[in-house]
């Protein structure tokens, strides 16, 4: 028989016959009889069952992710069997990968050594973080494009660390973080770097490029950065007039700004010459301008590549008991996975291909870091300079991305000579470049156009981290922006005022702790009123926390005390606070218990005073709240004695004076009667 394959891959005879609704999900009773709309048959085979599971439509409720990962699943199964090189070559034009990986190549190449220099480590440890990057990283699953390496964004980071603990600790930091970062992935959290506001996402993106650009300014023209970022920032105009007193230090400034301006012009440049990328012409340009005769700029001091390699030793790991070495694991763990995610989630609107797996990237980035720490290298993140010349030169799946770390590998083992020939400033210069679209200056008008609240918090996180360290940077604008969308959910609208003999107040929006003095303000301006009648109207309130329930509760019982004041409080179907709630649970509804009759009327309610006999004597007591049968009071279940409402949710705080207590339109789970029935039950 001639079959077809469904959406999910079942296959199903051509002469499907159509489904109705109602045989897979049957409606209750008979209410929704007529809304049942017959379910379209499958699409019979149109050929090959590949060719049919890529049949026009099959995935359309699903969009173009549904497809791109279905489509995804089937290549895995095409290339199973073929090993895992296989499965990376599937669907794969192997030219264009070669050349995509040679163009990310001749990108890394330069950012690593100038990451590894701008660290005060040597230049040997950024390749073999770049070659890790690319054989390791780039094996895995978790984002088919995005490539890994020394990033800029940790370059202070690293060099506080090698200041302050030496190189032979960083490598123990870096296995750590890269540990944590497996046990993150494991546990599935690498999608909680996405519930960062993007506020404090950019503003440390900028806290880190502006200490970058003025940091390499000084090694720009053959000079040594002072310390701090507010130090070199203090300092840069006393350094800029110093550059041009000597003649070579000139010619390095030269050789770095025109390294800059390059990188910003090159894009520009017609035909495929400006393909090439920028760094890589700057490099060579720098090359040959320190090999004219005169030229004395500084250049790279390179070594074995192996000989660089330092494994942390008992020594190393028992500094692991120190506090701060503590902390840098976990910055380094924070950092570079938030700048890895973010990375990902950048380069996936890059390409239509298979979408990143957070998890399993995450998994990725810590099993880097972990081979980087053994070997005592830089620690590594996903690059977004790297990820998008890997998509614009048109690589397809992960083996451009694991070729370039081979090209790495063998430029270092084969031509380490060639990097003795690069002029730092030439170096510092592509990461001045790096800084400023880590800053992205144009943000900061934009944030103030679209939103001023997080403006203020991005321009807070940027400016702690100058002033402090990443870390305390990042924790400040979190914070910041906590405080923000907490003001911003409390937004509260309070209006009082008298009308004849009632003091009305009503409120609308969310009352939090936050809005408690305004709260106060106004119960205490309708309190002074003088009025015999107190309204409170909340039935506009979408959220009403712990404290200002218990004060607008409070300010109740107090006016209801004398028996003066008449009291009417109207609240809106809120949850109410009992024991066991929480994140997950139902309001607490009271106990089920049978129909009892309702107590007496109330002498101060209108029924009472309009059925009491005028001489008789009126009872001080009510008769304590007995609980009716289900359903729980509705909206127009409105009792005078309040005993309706206190046996399903609990005795409330006012008194029996009011004339209305908590509205509750909440429906009971599995109750079907209808309203009629309702208030039958509830008049017995």
Known sequence: MTSGRHARGRIQPVSSPS??????????????????????????????????AEARGFHKADGEAGDIARGERRGEREGKGKGKLGGILQGADLGTEITASLVVFLVALPLCIGVAVASGTPAELGIITGVVGGLVV????????????????????????????????????????????????????????QAISIAVVQGMLAGIGLPLMFSQSYPLADATAPGTAVENILGFPAHVLDTFTSGQTAIAALLGIATVVLSFVWK?????????PAALVAVAIGIVVAALPGVEVKTLQVG?????????????????????????????T?????????????????????????????????????????????????VVARSSANVQAGARTRLSRTLHGLWLLAFALLLPSVLALIPISVLAGVLVHSGWKLLAPEQFPKMWRQDRGEFVVMAITTGTIVATALLEGVLVGLA???????????????????????????????ATF?????????????????????????????????????QIEEFVAQKRAPGTVRVELLLPDLPVPGPGSGPGRKPRLGPRLKRRPDPEPSPESPSASASAPASGPVSASVS????????????????SSGALYDAFYGPSQPGPSAEWYYLDTRPFEGLQDSEDARWRDHQG
């Not at 304590?624 to 009792?639: I, K, L, M, N, Y």
Request: charged share 15%.
């Open 138 to 193: 780039g094996m895995t699953r978790g984002s088919a494009l995005q490539v890994s390496g020394p990033a800029a964004g940790l370059t202070a980071l690293v060099a506080e660390t090698v200041e302050a603990h030496g190189i032979a600790m960083l490598g123990v930091i870096v296995l750590m973080s890269g540990l944590l970062q497996i046990g993150l992935g494991m546990i599935r959290l690498g999608r909680m770097f």
């Open 19 to 52: 489904y109705d609704i109602d045989e897979v999900f049957p409606p209750e009773g008979a209410r929704d009889a007529q809304s049942t709309q017959p379910m379209p048959a499958y699409a019979p085979a149109a050929g090959t069952v590949r060719e049919t």
């Open 624 to 639: 304590a709240p007995v609980p009716p049968s289900w359903p729980p009071p509705q909206p127009h279940e409105r009792s």
């Open 334 to 382: 924070v950092i570079a996975s938030a700048e890895s995610l973010f990375t990902a989630a950048a380069v996936d609107r890059m390409h239509d291909g298979p979408r990143t797996r957070y998890n399993t990237e995450l998994i990725a980035q810590g099993a880097g870091n972990t081979v980087c720490g053994i070997l005592g290298a830089l620690p590594m993140t996903a």
């Open 268 to 276: 520009k440049v017609p035909g495929p010459v400006s393909r090439i």
């Open 304 to 332: 074995d590549l192996l000989s660089a390699v330092q494994v942390p030793g008992p020594e190393q790991f028992a500094g692991l008991a120190d506090p701060a070495v503590l902390t840098a694991v976990l910055t380094f």
């Open 480 to 510: 910041a922006g906590i405080v923000l969308a907490a003001l911003r959910m409390s937004r509260t609208s309070i209006e009082h005022r008298v009308e004849g003999d009632t003091a009305k107040l009503v409120m609308t929006g969310n």
């Open 514 to 550: 936050l809005r408690l003095p305004k709260v106060i303000d106004a119960l205490e301006a309708v309190g002074s009123a003088g009025t015999p009648r107190i309204r409170l109207d909340l039935m506009g309130v979408t959220h009403l926390d712990h404290a200002c329930r218990s």
